[in-house]
Nanobody, 124 residues
Framework: QVHVVESGGELVQAGGSLRLSCAASGYPVRAYHMSWFRRPPGKEREFVAI????????VYADSVKGRFTISRDNAKNTMYLQMNSLNGEDTAVYYC?????????????????WGQGTQVTVSS
């Protein structure tokens, strides 16, 4: 049975940092492309970052490039998102996704989301 828990979200001031975690059980993270998506208030879920199962350079949305870093620890079956220089537009519920689609496209429809997400709120 697949079980995913996203954690690490909280209220933070603009300019601050957070580290999100995605702990998975029931499936091996190493066998999947892994991603972070987020749903800002009143908006659709959007792509944030992708870590391909083969390794290589991660892919980031332009809005977070240079500020966010995605990483994974396959031995712990956990993925992370280090977020720096946070601003109000980063306020959202953050979800981790898993995919086996070749090329790991950023379209939401190619990803499976099993967790409830973690809330990040950035105050100005």
């Amino acid at each position: 049975q697949v079980h995913v828990v996203e954690s690490g979200g909280e209220l933070v001031q603009a300019g601050g940092s957070l580290r999100l975690s995605c702990a998975a059980s029931g499936y091996p993270v190493r066998a999947y492309h892994m991603s972070w998506f987020r749903r800002p208030p009143g908006k659709e879920r959007e792509f944030v970052a992708i870590s391909r199962r083969s390794g290589g350079t991660p892919v980031y949305a332009d809005s977070v490039k240079g500020r966010f870093t995605i990483s994974r620890d396959n031995a712990k079956n956990t993925m992370y998102l280090q977020m720096n220089s946070l601003n109000g537009e980063d306020t959202a519920v953050y979800y981790c996704g898993a995919s086996t689609v070749a090329g790991a496209p950023s379209l939401e429809s190619h990803w499976r989301f099993w967790g409830q997400g973690t809330q990040v709120t950035v105050s100005s």
